[in-house]
């Protein structure tokens, strides 16, 4: 008998239906709830004891899964079976990676952390402490092979039944806790007598699963791991350089208009690039959202936005479009990128006077112009078009360049293809500091507004790499309108009303004391986490968040704990939280008080 087989006919219907349930309420508030995403669906059956490869996900969350109910989550636990301890031998037999015949701590955190439940090194070197008899912190498995294996594989399992123990307790307080609401609206006395943990709304019944309606594309896309499509290759791809700007604590960088002629499957990610000098620490967070250029009939504008990422801080998104026009507009926390707090008094040295006497740009300037102009050339083909010295004029004087001007630098620099070289971006700069005889305040004005300081560092400025790929659209255009703030879009909804609306709509909701209409919503994905407040009620609310309790976390404010006010019917964004050093553990814990 198989043990799929062997689990249905040793475990009574109902109980079995009880385990998934608990294992269910762990995540969610209700069985109503649904599974929106892959990673909830693994998290959700490792809660069971299950731990399903990446083959046997794909089975059940296929491209055209939206979500999946309680129902469908039974019948996945149903068909999939429990983890045995002779799985888990199998598995931990091939840890001894690097062949020494040992299982170190660091073998061992790569396999738990890969599949299964995920724990930090720190349980791990529990879980190792506990069978590791002479306490070396290696398991040696070549003189006793069967008993080191069995203690282990005992362990992990023991561990998991004491995890559906607490599943279970978890369960009757939630159900208690529902029992006495609904006797305290109906005015009924609660009884001595123990309720049943399991309602005829908890058996399962024949349901579809629910599937993406491509068409429309009103909820925002979900894709779960930075995966590319195997065939990516074949796809059209169109890229744009770009920047982030801090300018007065406000945001403003590049934005670009979409133009899509075919429905086509889209590929988008964006990454930030390093200065040669500037900030070397973890990357900035670079994301992006796409938006309709109107509502649909629902009123929604956003269409899709990244949340997933590898581990050199590339975020991507996978979604279906339909011809159309879309704004892409690149996004940050800030977490990472804040406004200088002072400027040093000493200056780097920008001209110099050769033996001749003429004004000439020194060795260090030269190559932060070099950077400047690697940026500016949005496309990438080793040259700066007109729009592109036109983006970059706007940035650093506040004005377009007129055909006079630009008639200027043809007369004054030799072109090629009617487009600026490196070469005579740079002979411009060395003529401006000829023409205003070494005077260097127009020099450091386009150097602060690209986001240098006084030392020639880049700190008020992010470069980032933006690749959209398409698969069934050859002549899709990708074009950069502006570098700004963020517009406001139909229905004077502020860009920040649109990403306060998707967290909310992903984020878990938790209501503030003391206020029947003010919610917090704490959404999360690969690289952050953002608190968002929405207030539903009549009057302003002055709330006070203290996120201080919080590990391993750097914000984009000053402090961890701030007040603010929320205006009626309005959502805020309050706080943006993200891993300090991430290569550690990080959690985010607020308490929220009204004021």
């Not at 469908?72 to 636990?77: G, L, M, S, Y």
Request: net charge negative; proline share 3%.
């Amino acid at each position: 008998m198989s043990r799929r087989s062997s689990r249905s006919s040793t475990m009574d219907q109902g109980e079995f239906i009880l385990e998934c349930k608990a294992a269910y309420l762990s995540m969610f508030d209700s069985i109503k709830e649904k599974i929106e995403s892959q990673d909830s669906l693994l998290e959700a059956l490792q809660q069971t004891g299950r731990n399903p490869s990446v083959k046997v996900l794909k089975k059940y969350w296929t491209n055209d899964t939206d979500e999946l109910s309680f129902d469908d989550f039974v019948d996945i636990c149903r068909k999939e079976p429990v983890t045995t301890s002779d799985d888990l031998m199998k598995a931990f037999r091939k840890i001894d990676i690097n062949g020494d015949g040992y299982i170190s701590l660091e073998e061992l955190h790569k396999i738990l952390t890969s599949k299964g439940e995920k724990k930090s090194k720190s349980e791990v070197k529990t879980m190792i402490d506990e069978v590791d008899e002479n306490r070396d912190g290696r398991l040696d498995y070549k003189e006793e092979p069967v008993l080191r294996y069995s203690e282990f594989c005992k362990m992990v399992m023991s561990t998991t039944e004491e995890s559906k123990k607490m599943q279970r307790k978890m369960m009757e307080r939630k159900e208690k806790k529902k029992k006495q609401e609904i006797e305290r609206r109906v005015g009924t006395p609660s009884g001595s007598r123990k309720s049943s943990l399991l309602s005829i709304d908890d058996l399962p019944r024949p349901s579809p699963r629910v599937k993406k309606d491509k068409s429309r594309q009103s909820s925002v896309s979900r894709s779960h791991k930075l995966d590319e499509p195997k065939n990516l290759r074949e796809w059209t791809h169109t890229k744009s350089k770009g920047s982030f700007f801090m300018e007065d604590g406000s945001l403003i960088c590049h934005q670009y208009d979409f133009n899509l002629p075919d429905d086509s499957k889209i590929w988008i990610t964006m990454q930030p690039q390093k200065a040669s000098r500037g900030m070397d620490s973890n990357p900035v967070d670079t994301s992006v959202f796409i938006l309709r250029d109107r509502p649909d009939e629902d009123g929604n504008l956003l269409v899709a936005f990244t949340e997933h990422r590898d581990g050199r801080g590339k975020y991507g998104v996978s979604c279906d479009l339909s011809a159309g026009k879309y704004y892409i507009m690149p996004y940050t926390t800030g977490c990472r990128f804040k406004s200088r707090k002072s400027e040093s008094e000493k200056e780097a040295k920008l001209v110099s006077q050769d033996k001749g006497g003429k004004y000439v740009i020194t060795k260090a300037f030269r190559k932060v112009l070099e950077d400047i102009f690697d940026y500016s050339d949005l496309d990438g083909n080793g040259f700066m078009s007109r729009k592109e010295f036109n983006l970059f004029n706007i940035r650093t004087s506040g004005e377009e360049v007129a055909d006079e001007e630009w008639q200027v630098v043809e007369d004054r620099i030799d072109l090629e293809d009617g487009e600026i070289t490196k070469a005579g971006f740079l002979q411009l700069n060395e003529l401006e500091a000829e023409d205003s005889e070494g005077d260097t305040e127009d020099l450091w004005t386009t150097l602060v507004s690209m986001g240098y300081n006084k030392q020639l560092i880049m700190d008020q400025a992010c470069p980032f790499q933006l690749d959209v790929y398409t698969e069934d659209c050859d002549d899709a255009e990708l074009d950069v309108v502006r570098v700004d703030s963020y517009p406001t879009y139909p229905g004077d909804l502020s860009f920040d009303d649109i990403i306060s609306k998707s967290f909310i709509k992903h984020g878990e909701i938790s209501r503030v004391k003391g206020m029947k209409d003010l919610c917090m919503y704490t959404y999360k994905n690969d690289g952050w986490a953002s608190l968002v407040l929405d207030n539903k009620s009549h009057t302003r609310v002055r709330v006070e968040l203290d996120c201080s309790r919080s590990e391993n976390v750097i914000s984009n404010h000053d402090s961890l704990q701030r007040t603010l006010r929320v205006d009626p019917g309005s959502t805020l964004i309050a706080y943006h939280l993200m891993p300090e050093d991430e290569d550690r553990d990080w959690q985010v814990k607020c308490t929220e008080t009204i004021r």
